[in-house]
């Protein structure tokens, strides 16, 4: 469960050509979720948990010092 989110950070991220924005949520225990806004829209979302977290720790690596 990811519990108590705050957003720590919302940067610009373009995914296949449209504009976006990667936002960077931050919950109790370290937990972590990226979201990825595009148009008003939820795209998709990665949590820090995820048994295969690669692409949540490449789209980690945008967020400088946070």
């Known amino acids: 469960m990811f519990l ?3 957003v ?5 991220y373009e995914n296949e050509g449209k504009p976006g924005l990667l ?5 109790d225990d370290n ?13 998709f979302g990665y949590i820090s948990t995820s ?3 690669s692409i949540f720790e490449d789209l ?4 400088d010092n946070i």
């Open 4 to 6: 108590n989110p705050t």
């Open 60 to 63: 980690r690596s945008r967020f």
């Open 31 to 43: 937990k972590e979720f990226i979201a990825l806004i595009i148009d008003k829209r939820f795209a």
């Open 51 to 53: 048994e295969d977290n």
């Open 23 to 27: 936002t960077l949520l931050k919950g």
């Open 8 to 12: 720590a950070k919302t940067i610009v």
